[in-house]
């Protein structure tokens, strides 16, 4: 088991595995790793850009494990560059943050956002969204400064005044797709808003740097879920809840 904190874990990682294979030859060895370090460095633009996650798979690749568990990849490089992966399904961890943000659902209507075109293209095929309307946002960045000046929502219809909306994503870093999402969604009329992120980096809490924190503190967002895969039981507060352990 890894839950990253960070990169120099990966060094103690390489030596217990080497360690093992010392004593046990023919073991088979599976490594169960919630969290792909490094899965956002998924392309570069130019040749001076380190592409980390290719050579973070090239490491993990050496050490020749039967099997790499992982849950919700952020995209399919990771699948390709990682051997012998095996992408965990998550159906049954968003029917229970289903079930905890919208207990009346599919009585009352729910409305599930993706934050952009690329996550509504990744999960929208889940069993778990059968018959549940969606919708998603079209960022706008300044390409200067790389930040999120705000976002539009591609509504496909859906009429969303006094709705309960779940805002669905793989990580949250600091969190501004969020932020401007939630800001977005209210201006639109949604009653009451959820959100979750499998995958939730400790630093959505630094109130310095973090956007998305804001809205956990004035109520724009009801409360956070995600799972223990690097988020800390330490950090939990009453707007974040860890809805499922790996």
Same mark, same amino acid.
Request: one cysteine or more; proline letters at 2%.
């Given at each position: /088991?890894?839950? #990253?904190?960070? /990169?120099?874990?990966?060094?103690?990682?390489?030596?217990?595995?080497?360690?093992?294979?010392?004593?046990?030859?023919?073991?088979? +060895?599976?490594? #169960? &790793?919630?969290?792909?370090?490094?899965?956002? &460095?998924?392309?570069?633009?130019? $040749?001076?850009?380190?592409?980390?996650?290719?050579?973070?798979? $090239?490491?993990?690749?050496?050490?020749?494990?039967? $099997?790499?568990?992982?849950?919700?990849?952020? !995209?399919?490089?990771?699948?390709?560059?990682?051997?012998?992966?095996?992408?965990?399904?998550? !159906?049954?961890?968003?029917?229970?943050?289903? !079930?905890?943000?919208?207990?009346?659902?599919?009585?009352?209507?729910?409305?599930?956002?993706?934050?952009?075109? =690329?996550?509504?293209?990744?999960?929208?095929?889940?069993?778990?969204?059968?018959?549940?309307?969606?919708? #998603? =946002?079209? @960022?706008?960045?300044?390409?200067?400064?790389?930040?999120?000046?705000?976002?539009?929502?591609?509504?496909?219809?859906?009429?969303?005044?006094?709705?309960?909306?779940? &805002?669905?994503?793989?990580? +949250?870093?600091?969190?501004?797709?969020?932020?401007?999402?939630?800001?977005?969604?209210?201006?639109?009329?949604?009653?009451?808003?959820?959100? #979750?992120?499998?995958?939730?980096?400790?630093?959505?809490?630094?109130?310095?740097?973090?956007?998305?924190?804001?809205?956990?503190?004035?109520?724009?967002?009801? @409360?956070?879920?995600?799972?223990?895969?690097?988020?800390?039981?330490?950090?939990?507060?009453?707007?974040?809840?860890?809805?499922?352990?790996?």
């Amino acid at each position: /088991d890894w839950h #990253y904190e960070n /990169d120099e874990e990966l060094v103690t990682l390489i030596f217990i595995t080497n360690h093992i294979r010392s004593l046990y030859p023919d073991a088979s +060895i599976c490594l #169960y &790793m919630p969290y792909i370090p490094h899965a956002r &460095m998924d392309r570069v633009k130019n $040749q001076k850009e380190v592409f980390t996650l290719k050579y973070f798979a $090239q490491i993990i690749n050496s050490l020749k494990f039967d $099997q790499v568990f992982t849950a919700d990849a952020h !995209s399919n490089v990771s699948e390709a560059l990682i051997d012998r992966i095996v992408n965990v399904d998550i !159906s049954e961890i968003i029917k229970k943050v289903i !079930s905890e943000c919208h207990p009346f659902y599919p009585y009352t209507d729910l409305v599930i956002y993706f934050p952009d075109a =690329g996550a509504y293209k990744r999960y929208s095929g889940l069993e778990c969204f059968n018959k549940i309307k969606m919708v #998603y =946002g079209e @960022k706008i960045r300044n390409w200067e400064t790389h930040r999120i000046e705000g976002l539009n929502v591609v509504t496909n219809g859906v009429d969303l005044k006094n709705k309960v909306v779940l &805002m669905i994503d793989d990580i +949250i870093s600091y969190g501004g797709t969020f932020y401007h999402s939630a800001n977005k969604l209210k201006e639109l009329g949604v009653h009451k808003i959820y959100a #979750y992120a499998t995958h939730v980096e400790n630093e959505m809490l630094n109130e310095e740097r973090g956007t998305f924190i804001k809205s956990l503190k004035d109520g724009t967002v009801a @409360k956070l879920f995600t799972t223990n895969s690097i988020f800390k039981d330490e950090n939990t507060t009453d707007y974040i809840e860890i809805i499922h352990r790996f």
